[in-house]
């Protein structure tokens, strides 16, 4: 299993401009999330998903939007970025909510520069 | 939401030496704990873990106890080696049926040779 696949690693973007970040999983797990993570403040969660076609927000979704049509995939997109996007973004999956379930897998990141 | 503080934020040791970190909650109805290691450029992975129904667990040199009284669980690893040297997260989840954590903010630890 590749389990948790992200792309790009690395991209720049300009003030203004619209980028998608993609997240693959081929464990069948059932929930996703995408996280943020600056330097010194730990993983701050964006938006999650418990199963193909629900997804909601988390701590921080102010600027961007996600969509989960199949239970493999996780877009998350960035419309209008900003400076303030700048980050490391980690998409993470688990096999669910219940006892045993729990633990969450990481894709290896991917580092977003805003100027 | 589920609050976690995690202390230190920056701790280093000498080789051999014992390394503790420790995290607190708020929702006492968490049930379930686990630290993550994350190494430079790469996502966190889970070192180990631990449920409310057992006080500690231990796993070779990584040890895990839990204080459900105090509400705090701590991260212990002995005879620290150089290559345990990462940022160490610890979470908790918010009660309820879906599992969504919160994080803490980290722990830079850095084993000296």
């Known amino acids: 299993n590749a389990g948790v696949t992200q792309t790009p690693k690395f991209r720049i973007l300009k003030i203004g401009q619209s980028m998608t970040l993609q997240c693959a999983q081929d464990m069948n797990h059932n929930y996703m999330y995408w996280y943020r993570q600056d330097p010194g403040m730990g993983l701050k969660l964006i938006y999650y998903?418990?199963?193909?076609?629900?997804?909601d927000k988390g701590e921080v979704p102010n600027g961007y939007n996600v969509s989960r049509s199949t239970t493999e995939d996780f877009p998350l997109r960035l419309e209008l970025a900003a400076p303030s996007q700048t980050s490391v973004y980690f998409c993470?999956?688990?096999?669910?909510?219940?006892?045993?379930?729990?633990?969450?897998?990481f894709g290896p990141g991917t580092r977003l520069l805003v100027l | 939401g589920e609050n976690v503080e995690q202390h230190p934020s920056t701790l280093s040791v000498q080789e051999g030496d014992s390394a503790v970190i420790k995290c607190t909650y708020s929702d006492s109805a968490s049930n379930y704990f686990p630290w993550y290691k994350q190494e430079l450029g790469k996502g966190p992975q889970l070192i180990i873990d631990i449920r409310s129904n057992v006080g500690e667990k231990k796993d070779q040199r990584i040890a895990v106890t839990l204080n459900k009284t105090a509400k705090h669980f701590s991260l212990h690893i002995t005879e620290t080696q150089p290559e345990d040297s990462a940022v160490y997260f610890c979470?908790?989840?918010?009660?309820?049926?879906?599992?969504?954590?919160?994080f803490g903010r980290g722990t830079s630890l850095i084993v000296h040779p």
């Open positions: 979470a908790a989840p918010e009660a309820g049926g879906s599992y969504i954590p919160t």
């Open positions: 998903s418990v199963g193909a076609g629900i997804t």
């Open positions: 993470a999956s688990s096999y669910g909510g219940g006892r045993g379930s729990e633990t969450q897998y």
